[in-house]
């Protein structure tokens, strides 16, 4: 079973930068869609992004332009690259399979935006 640990998240200005990552443990990595999701205060978890086995990238509309998804297959990692973060942006991000989960969801990494 695939685990995830994701990190990277803290507190930034509006239009600031972070790079979130995602260390997952498990076999079969490179066979998984993999995405982030996110959980804002009071709502339920959404979408972010993800990316096919072969590399190629899909967006929610919130995010599109702002956020890039990447992977690492040889060192079963995830990546999410955000930019220009928005208030909006702010809640919980967690990696996982892509097409709505699998397993246990890991703890997730914080990223709040504000002034």
């Known amino acids: 079973q695939v685990q995830f640990v994701e990190s990277g998240g803290g507190l930034v200005q509006p239009g600031g930068s972070l790079r979130l990552s995602c260390a997952a443990s498990g076999s079969g990595f490179r066979f998984y869609v993999m995405g982030w999701y996110r959980q804002a205060l009071g709502n339920q978890r959404e979408f972010v992004a993800r990316?096919?086995?072969?590399?190629?990238?899909n967006y929610a509309d919130s995010v599109k332009g702002r956020f890039t998804i990447s992977r690492d297959n040889a060192k079963n990692m995830v990546y999410l690259q955000m930019n220009n973060l928005k208030p909006e942006d702010t809640a919980v991000y967690y990696c996982n399979e892509g097409l709505g989960g699998i397993g246990s969801w890991g703890q997730g990494t914080q990223v709040t935006v504000s002034a």
């Open positions: 990316i096919t086995t072969s590399g190629t990238p």
